[in-house]
C-alpha cells in the first residue's frame, strides 16, 4: 500500500470516528433533554392541578352573637343541618360536615372581617371544600371503585352530587395557594410564608455574602504578596466550595444558635449559614473576573498617576463587575435551593403566619417542599409538584437574568 492510500485510509478512519463523537454527544443531550422533559411532564401533570381547588357556596347568616362568640365552624353546620334536615344521626352529620374543609371557619372570619356591614344579613359565602371532596372532582379519587377501597362512602356521594347539581360545589382558581402560609389542612395550604422566608433569607445572604466576596477577591488578586499564606487561604476557599452544604448547618447549630443565642427558625440565621455556603463561589467568580481585565488597564491607569487603590476602584472593578454579578446569582439560586443547612438551625419548624421580618420564626421553599412530601395526606402530593414548579421558574429566573448581564455587560477585550 503506498504512502497516499495509507493516508487517506487513516483519514476515512480519523472523520468516522470524529462522526461518531458527534452522535454520542448529540445522544448524550437528546437522553438529558428526555429524562428532564420526562421530569417536568411529571411535575408538571401533578402540580397543575392544584391551580383549581374545591368551593362549596353555603348561604348562612352571621349573627353579632357569633362574631362575639367565634362560633364560625357552627354556623357551617347549622347552614348543613338545615340544607339536609333528614340526616340526623350522629355519625351521618360528621360525615356530612366533613364535605367541608375544617378550616372553612377561619375562611368565613376573614370575609366577615374584610366585610363587616354583612353582619346580621342571609348571604351566601363561597368555603374550600376538604381535601377528599376536592381530590373527587379532579378526578385524582376514582369513584367507581369499592366504597371500602376510597375515603369517600356511597352516602357523601350523593350529598356531592345535590351540591354540584345545584351548583353549590365547584372547582374555582385557587388563590390561596399564592396568598396564604402553610396549614394542616392541605386545601387551604399555600406558599406565601415560605417564598417570603426564601426571599428574606436570600437578602441577608446578599447583604452578607456579596461585599465580603468581593472585598476578599480584590484582596487576593491585587494586593495581597503571593506567598504561601495567600495560597494556603486560596486552597482552603477552592475546598469550602466542595464542603457539603449540611456541614454549613451544623456551624450555623453550633455558633449562631449555641454561642450567640440566635433566634431559631430566623431569616437572619438562615441568611447568614447561606452566605457562609455562597461566600466560596463568590469570592472564586470575583477572582476569575478580575483575573479577566486586561494587564494594560492597569497600567494604562497607573500611567496616569493613578493610585493602585484607585486603579482598582475606579477602572478594574467596574470592568469585572459584571462577571462578579454573574456568579453571585448564580450563588444565589444554588443558596435558593439548599434544604439541609436550613433543616439544622430550625426553619422546618411548622410555620402559619407570614414573616415580617428577618427576625420571625420562617421557614423557605426547599423546606415546605420536604414537609409537603412527607405529609400523609394525598392533596399535599399536588402542591408538592406545585411548589416544586415555583421553586424551578425561580431558579430559571434567576439563572437567566444572570445570563442577561453576562450578554448585556460582557466586554471583550
Same mark, same amino acid.
Given at each position: 500500500?503506498?504512502?497516499?492510500?495509507?493516508?487517506?485510509?487513516?483519514?476515512?478512519?480519523?472523520?468516522?470516528?470524529?462522526?461518531?463523537?458527534?452522535?454520542?454527544?448529540?445522544?448524550?443531550?437528546?437522553?438529558?433533554?428526555?429524562?428532564?422533559?420526562?421530569?417536568?411532564?411529571?411535575?408538571?401533570?401533578?402540580?397543575?392541578?392544584?391551580?383549581?381547588?374545591?368551593?362549596?357556596?353555603?348561604?348562612?347568616?352571621?349573627?353579632?352573637?357569633?362574631?362575639?362568640?367565634?362560633?364560625?365552624?357552627?354556623?357551617?353546620?347549622?347552614?348543613?343541618?338545615?340544607?339536609?334536615?333528614?340526616?340526623?344521626?350522629?355519625?351521618?352529620?360528621?360525615?356530612?360536615?366533613?364535605?367541608?374543609?375544617?378550616?372553612?371557619?377561619?375562611?368565613?372570619?376573614?370575609?366577615?372581617?374584610?366585610?363587616?356591614?354583612?353582619?346580621?344579613?342571609?348571604?351566601?359565602?363561597?368555603?374550600?371544600?376538604?381535601?377528599?371532596?376536592?381530590?373527587?372532582?379532579?378526578?385524582?379519587?376514582?369513584?367507581?371503585?369499592?366504597?371500602?377501597?376510597?375515603?369517600?362512602?356511597?352516602?357523601?356521594?350523593?350529598?356531592?352530587?345535590?351540591?354540584?347539581?345545584?351548583?353549590?360545589?365547584?372547582?374555582?382558581?385557587?388563590?390561596?395557594?399564592?396568598?396564604?402560609?402553610?396549614?394542616?389542612?392541605?386545601?387551604?395550604?399555600?406558599?406565601?410564608?415560605?417564598?417570603?422566608?426564601?426571599?428574606?433569607?436570600?437578602?441577608?445572604?446578599?447583604?452578607?455574602?456579596?461585599?465580603?466576596?468581593?472585598?476578599?477577591?480584590?484582596?487576593?488578586?491585587?494586593?495581597?504578596?503571593?506567598?504561601?499564606?495567600?495560597?494556603?487561604?486560596?486552597?482552603?476557599?477552592?475546598?469550602?466550595?466542595?464542603?457539603?452544604?449540611?456541614?454549613?448547618?451544623?456551624?450555623?447549630?453550633?455558633?449562631?444558635?449555641?454561642?450567640?443565642?440566635?433566634?431559631?427558625? $430566623?431569616? /437572619? %440565621?438562615?441568611?447568614?449559614? @447561606?452566605? +457562609? #455556603?455562597? *461566600?466560596?463561589?463568590? !469570592?472564586?467568580?470575583? =477572582?476569575?473576573?478580575?483575573?479577566?481585565?486586561?494587564?494594560?488597564?492597569?497600567?494604562?491607569?497607573?500611567?496616569?498617576?493613578?493610585?493602585?487603590?484607585?486603579?482598582?476602584?475606579?477602572?478594574?472593578?467596574?470592568?469585572?463587575?459584571?462577571?462578579?454579578?454573574?456568579?453571585?446569582?448564580?450563588?444565589?439560586?444554588?443558596?435558593?435551593?439548599?434544604?439541609?443547612?436550613?433543616?439544622?438551625?430550625?426553619?422546618?419548624?411548622?410555620?402559619?403566619?407570614?414573616?415580617?421580618?428577618?427576625?420571625?420564626?420562617?421557614?423557605?421553599?426547599?423546606?415546605?417542599?420536604?414537609?409537603?412530601?412527607?405529609?400523609?395526606?394525598?392533596?399535599?402530593?399536588?402542591?408538592?409538584?406545585? $411548589?416544586? /414548579? %415555583?421553586?424551578?421558574?425561580? @431558579?430559571? +429566573? #434567576?439563572? *437567566?437574568?444572570?445570563? !442577561?448581564?453576562?450578554? =448585556?455587560?460582557?466586554?471583550?477585550?
Amino acid at each position: 500500500m503506498s504512502n497516499a492510500e495509507r493516508i487517506k485510509s487513516g483519514l476515512s478512519r480519523r472523520y468516522a470516528a470524529e462522526r461518531r463523537f458527534r452522535l454520542y454527544g448529540i445522544a448524550a443531550i437528546l437522553l438529558a433533554l428526555g429524562f428532564l422533559g420526562v421530569m417536568l411532564s411529571v411535575v408538571i401533570g401533578r402540580g397543575a392541578s392544584v391551580l383549581q381547588q374545591a368551593y362549596v357556596q353555603l348561604p348562612a347568616t352571621v349573627t353579632a352573637e357569633t362574631v362575639e362568640m367565634g362560633n364560625w365552624q357552627g354556623v357551617i353546620k347549622a347552614t348543613l343541618r338545615q340544607q339536609f334536615p333528614d340526616v340526623r344521626k350522629r355519625q351521618a352529620k360528621k360525615r356530612l360536615y366533613g364535605l367541608v374543609s375544617p378550616g372553612a371557619g377561619y375562611i368565613l372570619r376573614q370575609q366577615i372581617e374584610q366585610n363587616p356591614e354583612w353582619i346580621g344579613q342571609r348571604r351566601t359565602y363561597w368555603l374550600p371544600a376538604s381535601d377528599d371532596v376536592d381530590m373527587l372532582l379532579k378526578g385524582i379519587i376514582d369513584r367507581t371503585v369499592a366504597e371500602s377501597e376510597r375515603r369517600i362512602s356511597n352516602q357523601e356521594l350523593v350529598w356531592i352530587d345535590q351540591f354540584v347539581a345545584s351548583g353549590q360545589l365547584q372547582l374555582q382558581f385557587n388563590k390561596g395557594f399564592f396568598t396564604s402560609g402553610d396549614s394542616r389542612e392541605p386545601e387551604l395550604a399555600g406558599i406565601l410564608g415560605a417564598a417570603v422566608g426564601s426571599a428574606l433569607s436570600l437578602l441577608v445572604c446578599l447583604v452578607l455574602a456579596f461585599p465580603l466576596g468581593v472585598m476578599t477577591a480584590v484582596h487576593l488578586e491585587e494586593f495581597a504578596p503571593k506567598n504561601r499564606w495567600t495560597d494556603l487561604i486560596e486552597v482552603n476557599i477552592n475546598n469550602l466550595a466542595a464542603v457539603p452544604s449540611i456541614v454549613f448547618g451544623l456551624l450555623g447549630l453550633a455558633v449562631f444558635l449555641n454561642v450567640f443565642g440566635l433566634p431559631r427558625s $430566623a431569616p /437572619l %440565621v438562615g441568611g447568614m449559614v @447561606l452566605a +457562609l #455556603m455562597t *461566600l466560596p463561589t463568590i !469570592i472564586i467568580a470575583a =477572582r476569575a473576573a478580575l483575573k479577566s481585565v486586561p494587564p494594560s488597564i492597569r497600567q494604562a491607569a497607573m500611567a496616569m498617576g493613578a493610585s493602585p487603590v484607585q486603579v482598582v476602584l475606579h477602572h478594574v472593578l467596574p470592568s469585572a463587575m459584571p462577571g462578579m454579578l454573574t456568579g453571585t446569582i448564580i450563588g444565589m439560586a444554588q443558596a435558593l435551593g439548599e434544604t439541609a443547612p436550613l433543616l439544622m438551625i430550625g426553619m422546618v419548624a411548622f410555620i402559619v403566619d407570614i414573616p415580617q421580618g428577618i427576625l420571625e420564626p420562617a421557614t423557605a421553599l426547599p423546606v415546605q417542599i420536604f414537609l409537603w412530601a412527607d405529609a400523609p395526606e394525598r392533596a399535599f402530593g399536588e402542591r408538592t409538584a406545585a $411548589a416544586i /414548579l %415555583v421553586l424551578l421558574i425561580f @431558579l430559571v +429566573l #434567576m439563572n *437567566l437574568t444572570a445570563v !442577561i448581564l453576562r450578554k =448585556r455587560f460582557e466586554r471583550r477585550w
